[in-house]
């Protein structure tokens, strides 16, 4: 200290060292945020010539892609941080089973060739086996997070690994959310896939993570496109949003409309009743399978996932001739009962006469065929 000059009080140094802890320690996170948001998992956004597409669509306003109708994502009274926090520490009874989920397994290689089956793999991935082409649709092995001790699968729902599955002619991304495109997985898979359909932006993603370009359409909604394989495909929109770190709407989501020789399947992604659906139905003259979302449902965004008492007029909406339900089973993403959807879609069968097939994880089932009816069951 120089000569006449006043010592510094006690309490302010105090202040100054607390001061520049909080500091230090304020400057650490966002290091340690700004590397995590930088892992590869994380993936990419668009970019390039990928931008300029994304920007020339027509869903694509004021810098992000919006949904056919106005959509909060959010309805409720609460921020999405309180919803979370609620959901992280709140009290729910019977988010998981008690017990392991059932399932079975089978080889799948051995799996008849020359018939169409669907495999479900647990909340929104399955396999399709269509026209003697292995189609893979959102497969999620692992953690539907980008931390393995956030949204673990439930004890038996993961009867198959990655490497119990065939090789595949399409892989089918609805769009980008961690429970749908999982890195480890799409880069396990990456040379097994022949060609990659998702939504506009969705392939900036998969092109990261190694995939040929070439090797990828990205569509819009509305769009169709026939593979190299000769599957026909075509994008519909959906009532969702996108995003896979801070910054949202900045990839397409959407449904999918697959044709194939004995008939035709909407690949329903996520997403929320709304208009575009009796759009969809009408557009492709109705449809021999709808596979719908059905679980993960709050009534703090209700407007971006089905809600129960939804999931019949959906059916009819879409025109229907039979149903399965998927997007439960595996994980707790919302705060009701995980089996609550397994006894939506059995009351949907019964009371609203929805055409239901019943899926169990790993069981394989028939599709596109005739079959007796059931008291509305099937």
Request: with cysteine; glycine share 8%; net charge neutral.
């Amino acid at each position: 200290m120089k000569k006449g000059e006043k010592p510094v009080p006690r309490k302010h140094r105090k202040l100054r060292m607390v001061l520049w802890i909080t500091l230090c320690i304020v400057v650490l996170l966002a290091i340690v945020v700004a590397v995590f948001l930088n892992l590869p998992q994380f993936g990419r956004l668009p970019d390039g010539d990928r931008y300029v597409r994304v920007q020339r669509s027509p869903n694509w306003k004021n810098g992000g892609f919006v949904n056919p109708e106005p959509t909060e994502v959010m309805t409720g009274d609460r921020s999405f941080l309180s919803a979370l926090w609620d959901f992280l520490f709140g009290e729910y009874p019977r988010l998981r089973p008690d017990s392991p989920v059932p399932s079975e397994k089978v080889d799948i290689r051995e799996m008849a060739q020359d018939v169409d089956w669907m495999l479900w793999l647990g909340h929104s991935s399955y396999l399709l086996h269509v026209d003697g082409r292995n189609i893979l649709v959102d497969p999620v092995f692992g953690t539907a997070s980008p931390v393995g001790f956030v949204n673990r699968p439930f004890e038996g729902s993961e009867p198959y690994t990655v490497d119990d599955l065939p090789d595949i002619d399409l892989l089918v991304i609805t769009h980008d959310h961690w429970d749908h495109l999982d890195y480890n997985t799409v880069r396990a898979l990456k040379n097994r896939v022949q060609t990659v359909v998702c939504p506009l932006g969705v392939g900036e993603h998969l092109e990261y993570w190694g995939y040929n370009p070439k090797k990828i359409m990205e569509l819009d909604w509305y769009e169709q496109r026939e593979t190299p394989e000769g599957i026909r495909i075509a994008c519909a929109p959906t009532r969702h949003f996108s995003g896979r770190g801070l910054r949202r709407n900045q990839t397409l989501w959407g449904a999918f409309v697959l044709e194939t020789s004995t008939g035709r399947i909407y690949i329903g992604g996520d997403g929320g009743y709304g208009k575009h659906l009796k759009e969809t139905g009408r557009k492709y003259r109705g449809f021999d399978l709808a596979i719908l979302e059905n679980g993960q449902y709050d009534r703090d965004w209700n407007l971006i996932h089905t809600m129960p008492e939804q999931l019949a007029q959906t059916a009819r909406d879409l025109r229907a001739k039979e149903v399965v339900t998927v997007h439960h089973g595996k994980y707790a993403l919302a705060r009701h009962p995980w089996d609550e959807p397994l006894l939506n879609e059995r009351r949907a069968a019964m009371q609203d006469s929805v055409p239901l097939i019943v899926l169990e994880i790993g069981r394989p089932v028939s599709i596109l065929t005739e079959r007796p009816k059931q008291g509305g069951k099937k």
